[in-house]
């Protein structure tokens, strides 16, 4: 293979074979393929019953695909440990549960917890909750109008008494990776831990979080090929071992008495209640499409199509692409402005040539503010996608203007 | 409904150059109406005196057809009395809903630009944003 691009696999994805549309919202949901779709069937039709709690064949058949689906994630991401690996109900619910059980419990009165200005909302939100329930002091780190983070500033914010950073491996409005092995390394050299968000990183390119030494990190399923209602939380050992539980009630217990209860071994401590098990077994099908296609191959062919959008795109006079100049720092995301178009009448107007674009704040609104737009468009690629779809997409922004009464 | 043909000269020409798009001088009533999941934003200002809309203008962010709705509604209010623009609110919804009448439609002039937003739901709050911040402030008149 080498350096050679894949073909886009399309055939592998029924919606894209049925739709007669170009599908480029991929940084809210990607697609499922065929594997995926059976596995959740499969489950229900083959394993289902309730995992983790009875001595039977079928319940322990059914245990054996969830902790098999577990170790799949593992690998993936190069864990240490399964201990390590929690599920949950999606990235925003694994972020949620380190605010409340680790935020809650290690952050005090005069400390500081530390949120990237591009976080989406669900890396923001919780934070703000926690500062404003123990009285710490939330400060936002600063990007410039490319989505760069300067060392400057992750030395300005991130001080002794940091607990806590917040931030995504990649912006879902720019497409901007953020250096997280400089945030990562400043924060441990001022004993605070790091809330990576990988909802659009994990998906898109290699994660090993053993290389980057990551304290936590949250994505969810449905943004690689998986089914929606799953994500992960990956924490270090000994940062979860110290950690309350965030839910209460079954399957997380050891013994539980009338007035106190001990608690389940990780990682099921925090996954209390009956689990999406054959969400969590679609996901391990996922990854192994990932793991047969080659998540390099994918991501090469990513950044070709990021590229061809790119040079198109910019060059429509009165599109404005959001964040940085280089194509390949945007992971195939390319948020736009279209001079005096708000972003609705642009995706209406997409829609109907046929084409699946977002439009609003992102769930970023901070973010946007900071570059001083109230919401924009945005187009975002997975390897499945070809150059005609990008064409229609081009030809489709470059019909605008005119459609909505400007003269040029 | 083909939202290639739904922009009508009638609705971006009134999103282009509004006429009513400014702060009034004196205003004594004035609403913000926003439409959380989209984001578009209007504050609208009256003058009503003696139960007559004297003047009006909005300011605001949004979509063409929120602006250009605000922008047709205020040409349509400005100079009638409270109760008249009430009803004129009440057709608008009832055209929106695809139940006014072709009599009701016709005096609704220019917002019958608007009519095949019925076969939109996902734009029918962006037209109807205005009207219904109008609709709110004549409830303090």
């Given at each position: 293979m080498g350096n050679s691009i894949i073909e886009p696999h399309r055939e592998d994805f029924p919606l894209l074979m049925s739709l007669d549309a170009a599908y480029l919202d991929n940084a809210a949901t990607s697609q499922k393929p065929y594997c995926v779709i059976d596995a959740e069937r499969d489950f229900y039709k083959r394993l289902n019953s309730n995992p983790l709690r009875s001595f039977y064949d079928l319940s322990i058949s059914a245990t054996d695909s969830y902790e098999n689906s577990r170790e799949n994630v593992r690998k993936f991401i190069n864990a240490k440990s399964t201990k390590e690996i929690v599920f949950t109900n999606n990235a925003t619910s694994s972020i949620n549960l380190v605010a409340y059980s680790y935020g809650l419990s290690n952050v005090k009165k005069g400390d500081r917890i530390v949120v990237a200005i591009s976080e989406h909302h669900s890396n923001m939100l919780p934070w703000q909750m926690v500062a404003?329930?123990?009285?710490?002091?939330?400060?936002?780190?600063?990007?410039?109008?490319?989505?760069?983070?300067?060392?400057?500033?992750?030395?300005?914010?991130?001080?002794?008494?940091?607990?806590?950073?917040?931030?995504?491996?990649?912006?879902?409005?720019?497409?901007?990776?953020?250096?997280?092995?400089?945030?990562?390394?400043t924060a441990h050299a001022n004993n605070a831990v790091v809330m990576l968000d990988g909802a659009q990183s994990v998906p898109h390119t290699k994660t090993d979080v053993q290389q980057l030494d990551a304290d936590f990190l949250a994505f969810s399923a449905h943004k690689m090929l998986g089914p929606m209602g799953v994500g992960v939380l990956y924490g270090k050992e000994d940062l979860l071992e110290k950690m309350p539980p965030f839910l209460r009630g079954g399957e997380m217990i050891e013994s539980v008495r009338l007035d106190r209860a001990t608690f389940a071994e990780l990682p099921h401590k925090f996954e209390a209640g009956t689990v999406n098990a054959a969400g969590v077994f679609a996901l391990s099908s996922a990854i192994d499409y990932y793991n047969n296609v080659g998540i390099d191959n994918m991501e090469r062919r990513e950044q070709y199509l990021t590229n061809y959008a790119y040079q198109k795109l910019s060059k429509i006079p009165h599109v404005n692409v959001i964040g940085s100049s280089d194509p390949y720092n945007h992971s195939g995301i390319l948020s736009f402005t279209i001079d005096n178009v708000h972003p609705h009448d642009v995706s209406a107007v997409l829609n109907q040539d046929n084409i699946c674009i977002r439009a609003g704040h992102h769930c970023a609104q901070p973010f946007l503010a900071h570059l001083g737009i109230r919401s924009s468009s945005r187009a975002s690629l997975m390897f499945y996608n070809t150059e005609e779809e990008i064409d229609k997409f081009v030809q489709s922004v470059a019909s605008v203007r005119k459609l909505m009464g400007y003269g040029d | 409904?083909?939202?290639?043909?739904?922009?009508?000269?009638?609705?971006?020409?009134?999103?282009?150059?509004?006429?009513?798009?400014?702060?009034?001088?004196?205003?004594?009533?004035?609403?913000?109406?926003?439409?959380?999941?989209?984001?578009?934003?209007?504050?609208?200002?009256?003058?009503?005196?003696?139960?007559?809309?004297?003047?009006?203008?909005?300011?605001?962010?949004?979509?063409?057809?929120?602006?250009?709705?605000?922008?047709?509604?205020?040409?349509?209010?400005?100079?009638?009395?409270?109760?008249?623009?009430?009803?004129?609110?009440?057709?608008?919804?009832?055209?929106?809903?695809?139940?006014?009448?072709?009599d009701e439609i016709e005096q609704l002039e220019e917002a019958g630009a608007l009519k095949d937003i019925s076969h939109m739901p996902a734009r029918v709050k962006c037209a109807v944003l205005g009207w219904h911040t109008l609709d709110d402030i004549i409830d303090k008149v």
């Open positions: 404003q329930t123990t009285g710490a002091e939330l400060e936002y780190m600063k990007c410039d109008s490319a989505g760069v983070y300067s060392d400057e500033e992750i030395y300005r914010c991130i001080t002794p008494n940091t607990k806590i950073v917040a931030v995504a491996v990649i912006s879902n409005v720019t497409g901007s990776k953020a250096p997280i092995e400089k945030i990562i390394s | 409904m083909n939202s290639r043909n739904f922009y009508n000269e009638v609705l971006t020409d009134h999103n282009i150059n509004p006429a009513h798009k400014r702060e009034i001088e004196n205003p004594n009533f004035e609403l913000e109406g926003v439409n959380p999941n989209c984001g578009d934003d209007i504050i609208l200002k009256l003058r009503v005196d003696d139960g007559i809309i004297t003047d009006g203008g909005y300011v605001g962010d949004g979509c063409a057809i929120s602006q250009a709705s605000a922008d047709i509604m205020l040409d349509l209010v400005i100079g009638k009395s409270t109760e008249e623009a009430r009803r004129l609110a009440e057709m608008f919804f009832g055209m929106i809903k695809g139940t006014a009448s072709d």
